[in-house]
């Protein structure tokens, strides 16, 4: 990925309609299904969201993106986790209510 950090947030409003083509190319499946059905969040799929938001960066560095895929694949979620917190975590318990 990139050598600046960019936030999750952050790289996730800067999709375009080019990167959302890609991702569902690489990943057979489209953006809109990993935010889950209302596209509040609630009940995301938020490691297939993370590894497409991570092929977009590995994208916009210039890898291909068979490469780009490949690499965004073999990271472990153990090292996501790391790096973004508990990926299985509802965001709707996150406050602990």
Partial sequence: MSAEPVSIDALAR???GFDEI???KAFG???EDMLGPNGDGKGAKKVKFL???IFVSFRRDGMKDREAYNATMNIPLVELEAQF???TEDPSNA???
Avoid: M, P
């Fill in 14 to 16: 800067s999709l375009n």
């Fill in 22 to 24: 890609a991702i569902s």
């Fill in 29 to 31: 499946y489209e953006v």
């Fill in 51 to 53: 590894r497409a938001l």
């Fill in 85 to 87: 917190g508990d990926l």
């Fill in 95 to 97: 406050s602990g209510k």
